[in-house]
């Protein structure tokens, strides 16, 4: 467990107080505990715990969660944290996703440009920052063993029933923003998806017991 108390970013920090974990629905609930139960028994046994988020594309639900992931861990104080994501093939982290995180008080910084740039993000001053790129889940930016492989999206769940070196496999699949890109709709939706992710990753984080 951490000795020092946390610094998130005020504006995050706010924003995390306007959540409401008491709509996430008892069904939903079941469908997170198997993640809950895989960091509770890494923590339990002092464990590095490492969770890679898995879409079809790495570019908008992946990234969401890996990044509210370290987010809420650091925000419970847990310590030994490591999220990561990857796609079945890699494209790019969607700019929307970007404009979403720097809504909810991020520090997104493009590092580099291309079909496929690089950003810095960051939630506290103290913390190094999650560095954002679409890739496959194997990559080696990615850990090859003793890790979660969370599902975000049923395609790649359905189409890779096998994915190497994870300890656990575990199926939280959320509703592509994509389909809403170029509609009036756009921000909205992905801010109402980013919403939900943080949510029940709030929700997964604050059942853990040290």
């Known amino acids: 467990m951490m ?3 946390p610094t998130l970013f005020k504006a995050i920090d706010e924003f995390i107080k306007t959540l409401k974990p008491e709509t996430i629905s008892d069904e939903r609930k079941a ?3 198997p993640l809950t ?3 509770q028994f890494k923590v339990s046994n002092k464990q590095a715990i490492r969770l890679n988020f898995i879409c079809t594309h790495n570019s908008r639900r992946s990234h969401l969660s890996q990044i509210w992931a370290q987010t809420m ?6 310590d030994n944290v490591f999220c990561y994501s990857g796609g079945t093939e890699a494209t790019a982290l969607f700019p929307m996703v970007a404009k ?5 008080g991020f520090q997104v910084e493009k590092l580099s440009e291309g079909n496929n740039p690089v950003y810095s993000i960051k939630y506290a001053d103290d913390e190094y920052p999650v560095i954002g790129f679409s890739k496959t889940y194997d990559d080696r ?4 063993s003793q890790f979660a492989a969370i599902m975000t999206c049923s395609q790649a769940d359905g189409g890779c029933p096998f994915i190497a070196g994870a300890e656990q496999r575990i199926p939280i699949t959320f ?3 994509k389909v809403f890109d170029n509609t009036p709709q756009q921000i909205e939706k992905y801010n109402e ?3 939900q992710i943080a949510t029940e990753l709030w929700y997964v984080f604050s059942q853990i017991k040290f």
């Open 100 to 104: 979403t995180l720097i809504n909810s």
């Open 3 to 5: 000795t020092k108390q």
């Open 73 to 78: 861990a650091y925000y419970f104080k847990i």
């Open 37 to 39: 139960d895989f960091i």
């Open 175 to 177: 509703e592509d923003p």
């Open 31 to 33: 469908t997170l505990k």
């Open 193 to 195: 998806r980013s919403l």
């Open 141 to 144: 930016f990615n850990p090859k």
